[in-house]
C-alpha cells in the first residue's frame, strides 16, 4: 500500500500544463530573423571581400598589377581557407585563425593601396573592369543564392535529409573547442579548410557558426559568377554579366547549394579560376622572365592548395586532368610549340623553377599533412575504398548526365522530368550549343577553359565507371560551370561575321539563357531552408545544460549541434559518435517516436538532463525527472537522484498498451506482486501526408463527449502548418528533422464518438516563389485525454486497463 502511494505522488509531480495557442509572428520571431538575415548577409560581405582583396594582392605580387587576374576572387578564398585551417591547429583555435587571417587581408589590403597610389596616371590594362560591374555580376549571384530564403521565408542552411550540415557545424565546434573535439571524433584527416573559415568568421564577427556556413554558401556562389564573368574579360557587361549569372548558378551547382553541399560548389570555381588563370599566364608566358613565369605560376598553387584544403588530395585530380589535357591540346593544335617545349635546352631551364614549385605547394600543406594521411588510410586513391559501388547516398538512382549541361526540367535533381520527350529535347539543346562551344574555342584556339572541360569529362568518365552514382554526382557538379561557359563564350562573343550571324548566336543564347535559368530558378525555389525555431529552442536549452551529459530524445541530427555545449548521446542516423543508450527488448529504437521509457532506467542515470518532445502522448517522466524549460517543440528534464526501476509492456512508438490476460504471458504478468500505472487509451488517426504549400486537409477523430485532450501530430514541414478546431488556430513551425516525433498542437474539448471533430490542416506559402512540390505532411494526429496524470493499481487489478509502465515489488 504504501508504494501505491508513493507511485501516486509520483505521477501527480509530472503533470504537463495545457498548452496555449501559439501566435504565428511575435517580436521576439522577427527580431530573430532580423538577426539571422544580418548574420548570413554579413558574413558575406566579410567572405566576399577578404577573398577578393587577398587574391588581388596575390596576382598582383605575382603576376604584376597592370593586368587583371581573373582568378583572383578565388586565390584569395583558398588562400584564406589555409591560413585559417593551419592556424586554427595553434594555441589559441578559432581565434588565432581569425588573427591570421585579418592579418593577411589587412596587409594585402595595404598593397593595394599602395600599389594603387603609385598607378594612378598609368592607363588600364585590357583585362581591367570597373569595381562596379564585378559588383553587378556578385550581386545577381547574390540575388540567385537568396531565393530558396524568399520562397521559404526564412534565411538558413539548406536543411535537406541527410543533414549533412548538421555533422559539418559539429566539426567546425569541434575545430575550436577541445571540449567537443573530445566529445566527437569527428575529424579522422576529413578536410577542413572551409570549417576553418567559418569557425574564424564567426569568431570574428559573433555570428552563429549556421549562419556563417550560410554565409560561405552564398558566398561560393557569388565568387563563381563574378570568375565567370571574366571568360568574357574583353566584352561588355551585360554579357559578362549573362555568362557569370549562369555558370555561377548552374542548374546542379544551385541543386547542390540548396541542400548546403560545399565542397562540390568549391571545387567548381577553383576549377574555373584555374582554367581562367592558366589561358591568362599562356597568353604572358612569351615575353616573361623565367621568374616572373615562376612567380604567374605561383596564384595556380593557390588554387590547387585549396583544392586539397577542401577535397583532400583527391581534388588534385580535376587540376592534373585540365593541365594534361591543355598540354596535348595545345601540343596537337601547335605541334611546332611542341618540338620548342620539348628542346632539352628548354626543360632544363624550366625543370628547376618546376621543383620550387612543387616544394612550395608541399610546404604550404605541411599543417594538414596528417589529417592528410589520415585520409588515405580511410580512402586510399578511390573513395570507392569507403563509399561502395552502389551506394547512392541522398540519390534515388544515378543522375543524368544532361543535368550537368544546365537545363533540366525537374525542382528536384534527384527526380527525372515528368515529360521525357520535352527533358530529352531541351538535353539535346543544350548539348548541341556545348559541341558548338568546342568547336569554336579548337577554331580560335581558345583551349584553357576546353581543356577544364575536358578535365572534368575525364574525372567523371573514370567515376562514372569505377565510383558509385553518389561520387559520380559530385563529379558532374565540379565540372557544371565550366560546361556552361564553354557553350556561352562562344555565343555570347561579339564580332563574329555579319549581322544575320550576330543575331543567330543571340538568339540561341537567349534561349538556353531562359531554359537554364528557369532550370536553376525551380530547383533553388523548391530546396529546404533549415527552420529557426528548433535551433532557437535548443540552443536556448544548452545554455541551462552548460557541459552536462545530456539525452536528445528526437530524432533530428541537427541536435547535437545545437547542444554542442553538452555531450549528447541521441538515437539520430549518422551522429551516433557517443555510445547508444540501450532500450528495453520490447520497446527498440526503429525510427518511431522516443520517450522515457525508450531507454531502461540504469542508462537514464548517466544523464543530468533529457530533451522530450512537448507531447502527452509518451511515457509518463520518471519522478526524479523535473521540468526546467519549455518551449513550443521540445521540454528539458533535470534528472534530481536516481532513476526508480520500472518496466513496461508496449511496444516501439507508443506511450503504453492494453494488459490482455487472455494472453498467457500478461496473465503470468497481472498475478505477480507489484503496481501499474494506467491511463485512458489514447485515439490515434492517419494524417495527411504530402500537403502542397497553400493547400490544406481535413482529419476527423472521434472523442467522448464533454472531455478535454490534447491533439499532437506527427509532422515533417517546410513550411509552418496551422491547425484549426472549434472555432481555434494553432501555428506549428516548419519541422525539419526526421519524421517520428509527436509535438503537441493544442487542447480540444469532444463531442462524442460519433460526432467528429473537423481538424483543418493547413499548410504555409510564405512567398509567390514559394514552390507547389508536397512539402508538408503530417503522418499521425494523436489525442491524450487532459489532465495527463497516472492512476496507479495493483497489477491483479489492471487487465484490460491502458498500461503505462509497471513495477515489481
Same mark, same amino acid.
Given at each position: 500500500?504504501?508504494?501505491?502511494?508513493?507511485?501516486?505522488?509520483?505521477?501527480?509531480?509530472?503533470?504537463?500544463?495545457?498548452?496555449?495557442?501559439?501566435?504565428?509572428?511575435?517580436?521576439?520571431?522577427?527580431?530573430?530573423?532580423?538577426?539571422?538575415?544580418?548574420?548570413?548577409?554579413?558574413?558575406? +560581405?566579410?567572405?566576399?571581400?577578404?577573398?577578393?582583396?587577398?587574391?588581388?594582392?596575390?596576382?598582383?605580387?605575382?603576376?604584376?598589377?597592370?593586368?587583371?587576374?581573373?582568378?583572383?576572387?578565388?586565390?584569395?578564398?583558398?588562400?584564406?581557407?589555409?591560413?585559417?585551417?593551419?592556424?586554427?591547429?595553434?594555441?589559441?583555435?578559432?581565434?588565432?585563425?581569425?588573427?591570421?587571417?585579418?592579418?593577411?587581408?589587412?596587409?594585402?589590403?595595404?598593397?593595394?593601396?599602395?600599389?594603387?597610389?603609385?598607378?594612378?596616371?598609368?592607363?588600364?590594362?585590357?583585362?581591367?573592369?570597373?569595381?562596379?560591374?564585378?559588383? +553587378?555580376?556578385?550581386?545577381?549571384?547574390?540575388?540567385?543564392?537568396?531565393?530558396?530564403?524568399?520562397?521559404?521565408?526564412?534565411?538558413?542552411?539548406?536543411?535537406?535529409?541527410?543533414?549533412?550540415?548538421?555533422?559539418?557545424?559539429?566539426?567546425?565546434?569541434?575545430?575550436?573547442?577541445?571540449?567537443?573535439?573530445?566529445?566527437?571524433?569527428?575529424?579522422?584527416?576529413?578536410?577542413?579548410?572551409?570549417?576553418?573559415?567559418?569557425?574564424?568568421?564567426?569568431?570574428?564577427?559573433?555570428?552563429?557558426?549556421?549562419?556563417?556556413?550560410?554565409?560561405?554558401?552564398?558566398?561560393?556562389?557569388?565568387?563563381?559568377?563574378?570568375?565567370?564573368?571574366?571568360?568574357?574579360?574583353?566584352?561588355?557587361?551585360?554579357?559578362?554579366?549573362?555568362?557569370?549569372?549562369?555558370?555561377?548558378?548552374?542548374?546542379?551547382?544551385?541543386?547542390?547549394?540548396?541542400?548546403?553541399?560545399?565542397?562540390?560548389?568549391?571545387?567548381?570555381? +577553383?576549377?574555373?579560376?584555374?582554367?581562367?588563370?592558366?589561358?591568362?599566364?599562356?597568353?604572358?608566358?612569351?615575353?616573361?622572365?623565367?621568374?616572373?613565369?615562376?612567380?604567374?605560376?605561383?596564384?595556380?598553387?593557390?588554387?590547387?592548395?585549396?583544392?586539397?584544403?577542401?577535397?583532400?588530395?583527391? /581534388?588534385?585530380?580535376?587540376?592534373?586532368?585540365?593541365?594534361?589535357?591543355?598540354?596535348?591540346?595545345?601540343?596537337?593544335?601547335?605541334?611546332?610549340?611542341?618540338?620548342?617545349?620539348?628542346?632539352?635546352?628548354?626543360?632544363?631551364?624550366?625543370?628547376?623553377?618546376?621543383?620550387?614549385?612543387?616544394?612550395?605547394?608541399?610546404?604550404?600543406?605541411?599543417?594538414?599533412?596528417?589529417?592528410?594521411?589520415?585520409?588515405?588510410?580511410?580512402?586510399?586513391?578511390?573513395?570507392?575504398?569507403?563509399?561502395?559501388?552502389?551506394?547512392?547516398?541522398?540519390?534515388?538512382?544515378?543522375?543524368?548526365?544532361?543535368?550537368?549541361?544546365?537545363?533540366?526540367?525537374?525542382?528536384?535533381?534527384?527526380?527525372?522530368?515528368?515529360?521525357?520527350?520535352?527533358?530529352?529535347?531541351?538535353?539535346?539543346?543544350?548539348?548541341?550549343?556545348?559541341?558548338? /562551344?568546342?568547336?569554336? =574555342?579548337?577554331?580560335?584556339?581558345?583551349?584553357?577553359?576546353?581543356?577544364?572541360?575536358?578535365?572534368?569529362?575525364?574525372?567523371?568518365?573514370?567515376?562514372?565507371?569505377?565510383?558509385?552514382?553518389?561520387?559520380?554526382?559530385?563529379?558532374?557538379?565540379?565540372?557544371?560551370?565550366?560546361?556552361?561557359?564553354?557553350?556561352?563564350?562562344?555565343?555570347?562573343? =561579339?564580332?563574329?561575321?555579319?549581322?544575320?550571324?550576330?543575331?543567330?548566336?543571340?538568339?540561341?543564347?537567349?534561349?538556353?539563357?531562359?531554359?537554364?535559368?528557369?532550370?536553376?530558378?525551380?530547383?533553388?525555389?523548391?530546396?529546404?531552408?533549415?527552420?529557426?525555431?528548433?535551433?532557437?529552442?535548443?540552443a536556448a536549452f544548452h545554455r541551462l545544460t552548460g557541459n552536462a551529459p545530456t539525452l536528445f530524445l528526437g530524432?533530428?541530427?541537427?541536435?547535437?549541434?545545437?547542444?554542442?555545449?553538452?555531450?549528447?548521446?541521441?538515437?539520430?542516423?549518422?551522429?551516433?559518435?557517443?555510445?547508444?543508450?540501450?532500450?528495453?527488448?520490447?520497446?527498440?529504437?526503429?525510427?518511431?517516436?522516443?520517450?522515457?521509457?525508450?531507454?531502461?532506467?540504469?542508462?537514464?542515470?548517466?544523464?543530468?538532463?533529457?530533451?522530450?518532445?512537448?507531447?502527452?502522448?509518451? =511515457?509518463?517522466?520518471? =519522478?526524479?525527472?523535473?521540468?526546467?524549460?519549455?518551449?513550443?517543440?521540445?521540454?528539458?528534464?533535470?534528472?534530481?537522484?536516481?532513476?526508480?526501476?520500472?518496466?513496461?509492456?508496449?511496444?516501439?512508438?507508443?506511450?503504453?498498451?492494453?494488459?490482455?490476460?487472455?494472453?498467457?504471458?500478461?496473465?503470468?504478468?497481472?498475478?505477480?506482486?507489484?503496481?501499474?500505472?494506467?491511463?485512458?487509451?489514447?485515439?490515434?488517426?492517419?494524417?495527411?501526408?504530402?500537403?502542397?504549400?497553400?493547400?490544406?486537409?481535413?482529419?476527423?477523430?472521434?472523442?467522448?463527449?464533454?472531455?478535454?485532450?490534447?491533439?499532437?501530430?506527427?509532422?515533417?514541414?517546410?513550411?509552418?502548418?496551422?491547425?484549426?478546431?472549434?472555432?481555434?488556430?494553432?501555428?506549428m513551425p516548419a519541422y525539419m528533422g526526421q519524421n517520428g516525433p509527436f509535438f503537441n498542437v493544442g487542447a480540444?474539448?469532444?463531442?462524442?464518438?460519433?460526432?467528429?471533430?473537423?481538424?483543418?490542416?493547413?499548410?504555409?506559402?510564405?512567398?509567390?516563389?514559394?514552390?507547389?512540390?508536397?512539402?508538408?505532411?503530417?503522418?499521425?494526429?494523436?489525442?491524450?485525454?487532459?489532465?495527463?496524470?497516472?492512476?496507479?493499481?495493483?497489477?491483479?487489478?489492471?487487465?484490460?486497463?491502458?498500461?503505462?509502465?509497471?513495477?515489481?515489488?
Amino acid at each position: 500500500m504504501l508504494e501505491i502511494v508513493i507511485s501516486v505522488c509520483e505521477a501527480r509531480g509530472s503533470r504537463r500544463p495545457e498548452r496555449a495557442p501559439v501566435q504565428r509572428f511575435s517580436r521576439g520571431a522577427l527580431s530573430r530573423l532580423a538577426a539571422v538575415f544580418e548574420q548570413a548577409y554579413g558574413s558575406v +560581405l566579410v567572405i566576399v571581400a577578404g577573398s577578393i582583396v587577398l587574391g588581388r594582392a596575390i596576382c598582383s605580387l605575382c603576376g604584376g598589377a597592370a593586368a587583371r587576374w581573373s582568378a583572383a576572387p578565388f586565390v584569395g578564398f583558398a588562400a584564406l581557407m589555409a591560413l585559417a585551417d593551419a592556424a586554427i591547429k595553434l594555441p589559441g583555435r578559432a581565434g588565432t585563425a581569425l588573427v591570421v587571417c585579418l592579418l593577411a587581408v589587412v596587409l594585402a589590403a595595404a598593397y593595394l593601396a599602395r600599389r594603387a597610389s603609385r598607378a594612378r596616371s598609368s592607363p588600364r590594362g585590357p583585362f581591367v573592369h570597373s569595381f562596379a560591374g564585378d559588383a +553587378l555580376i556578385g550581386a545577381l549571384g547574390l540575388c540567385a543564392a537568396s531565393i530558396p530564403f524568399i520562397a521559404q521565408g526564412r534565411v538558413g542552411p539548406g536543411a535537406f535529409v541527410d543533414g549533412d550540415m548538421a555533422i559539418h557545424l559539429v566539426v567546425v565546434e569541434a575545430l575550436s573547442s577541445a571540449k567537443v573535439a573530445a566529445y566527437y571524433h569527428v575529424l579522422g584527416g576529413y578536410p577542413t579548410g572551409p570549417h576553418a573559415l567559418v569557425a574564424a568568421v564567426s569568431t570574428g564577427t559573433g555570428a552563429q557558426a549556421i549562419q556563417v556556413f550560410t554565409g560561405l554558401l552564398i558566398s561560393i556562389m557569388v565568387l563563381t559568377a563574378i570568375v565567370a564573368g571574366d571568360v568574357l574579360g574583353g566584352e561588355s557587361l551585360w554579357r559578362r554579366a549573362v555568362i557569370g549569372l549562369l555558370s555561377g548558378a548552374a542548374y546542379l551547382v544551385a541543386a547542390y547549394y540548396g541542400e548546403s553541399a560545399f565542397k562540390e560548389t568549391i571545387m567548381a570555381g +577553383l576549377v574555373l579560376a584555374f582554367a581562367l588563370h592558366l589561358g591568362q599566364v599562356a597568353a604572358r608566358w612569351a615575353d616573361a622572365s623565367q621568374r616572373v613565369r615562376f612567380t604567374m605560376a605561383l596564384p595556380a598553387g593557390v588554387l590547387l592548395a585549396g583544392s586539397v584544403y577542401t577535397y583532400s588530395y583527391l /581534388g588534385v585530380a580535376w587540376f592534373v586532368t585540365t593541365f594534361a589535357a591543355w598540354v596535348v591540346v595545345g601540343l596537337a593544335v601547335r605541334p611546332r610549340l611542341a618540338r620548342e617545349l620539348l628542346t632539352g635546352r628548354n626543360l632544363t631551364t624550366i625543370a628547376p623553377w618546376a621543383l620550387g614549385f612543387v616544394l612550395l605547394l608541399l610546404i604550404v600543406l605541411l599543417p594538414i599533412f596528417s589529417d592528410i594521411s589520415s585520409f588515405f588510410g580511410s580512402f586510399g586513391l578511390s573513395p570507392q575504398n569507403t563509399i561502395t559501388g552502389q551506394d547512392l547516398g541522398n540519390l534515388r538512382g544515378p543522375l543524368s548526365i544532361y543535368e550537368a549541361l544546365g537545363i533540366w526540367g525537374s525542382g528536384d535533381f534527384r527526380v527525372v522530368p515528368a515529360n521525357h520527350f520535352d527533358a530529352g529535347e531541351l538535353g539535346a539543346f543544350a548539348l548541341a550549343i556545348l559541341v558548338f /562551344g568546342v568547336f569554336w =574555342s579548337l577554331r580560335r584556339r581558345q583551349l584553357p577553359l576546353l581543356a577544364a572541360g575536358l578535365g572534368c569529362a575525364v574525372v567523371w568518365l573514370y567515376s562514372n565507371a569505377t565510383q558509385s552514382p553518389y561520387v559520380t554526382a559530385k563529379a558532374m557538379v565540379i565540372g557544371a560551370p565550366v560546361v556552361i561557359a564553354i557553350g556561352m563564350r562562344a555565343l555570347l562573343t =561579339s564580332r563574329q561575321g555579319g549581322r544575320l550571324v550576330t543575331v543567330t548566336l543571340l538568339a540561341f543564347a537567349a534561349i538556353f539563357g531562359v531554359a537554364a535559368g528557369y532550370s536553376s530558378y525551380t530547383t533553388l525555389r523548391n530546396e529546404p531552408v533549415q527552420s529557426s525555431e528548433t535551433v532557437a529552442e535548443l540552443a536556448a536549452f544548452h545554455r541551462l545544460t552548460g557541459n552536462a551529459p545530456t539525452l536528445f530524445l528526437g530524432i533530428d541530427s541537427w541536435a547535437v549541434w545545437e547542444l554542442h555545449d553538452s555531450p549528447v548521446w541521441n538515437f539520430s542516423p549518422g551522429t551516433e559518435w557517443l555510445p547508444t543508450p540501450q532500450s528495453p527488448p520490447n520497446k527498440p529504437f526503429n525510427g518511431q517516436p522516443l520517450d522515457f521509457d525508450s531507454v531502461v532506467s540504469p542508462d537514464l542515470n548517466e544523464f543530468a538532463y533529457v530533451v522530450t518532445s512537448d507531447t502527452d502522448f509518451a =511515457s509518463e517522466p520518471p =519522478s526524479n525527472f523535473h521540468l526546467v524549460s519549455r518551449r513550443p517543440l521540445y521540454e528539458l528534464w533535470k534528472r534530481i537522484g536516481p532513476t526508480p526501476p520500472r518496466a513496461t509492456i508496449e511496444g516501439a512508438g507508443q506511450p503504453g498498451a492494453i494488459l490482455d490476460c487472455s494472453v498467457p504471458l500478461l496473465r503470468s504478468l497481472s498475478e505477480r506482486a507489484g503496481v501499474a500505472a494506467v491511463m485512458t487509451q489514447p485515439v490515434i488517426v492517419g494524417g495527411i501526408p504530402g500537403l502542397a504549400p497553400g493547400h490544406s486537409g481535413i482529419v476527423r477523430i472521434g472523442l467522448p463527449a464533454r472531455t478535454r485532450w490534447e491533439i499532437s501530430a506527427q509532422y515533417t514541414a517546410w513550411t509552418p502548418i496551422t491547425f484549426s478546431a472549434e472555432g481555434r488556430r494553432f501555428w506549428m513551425p516548419a519541422y525539419m528533422g526526421q519524421n517520428g516525433p509527436f509535438f503537441n498542437v493544442g487542447a480540444v474539448t469532444g463531442r462524442g464518438v460519433s460526432r467528429q471533430i473537423a481538424i483543418r490542416i493547413s499548410a504555409g506559402r510564405p512567398s509567390i516563389l514559394t514552390g507547389t512540390q508536397p512539402y508538408d505532411s503530417v503522418y499521425n494526429i494523436a489525442a491524450t485525454r487532459l489532465p495527463d496524470v497516472r492512476r496507479m493499481m495493483p497489477l491483479r487489478d489492471a487487465c484490460g486497463r491502458y498500461v503505462d509502465w509497471f513495477r515489481l515489488s
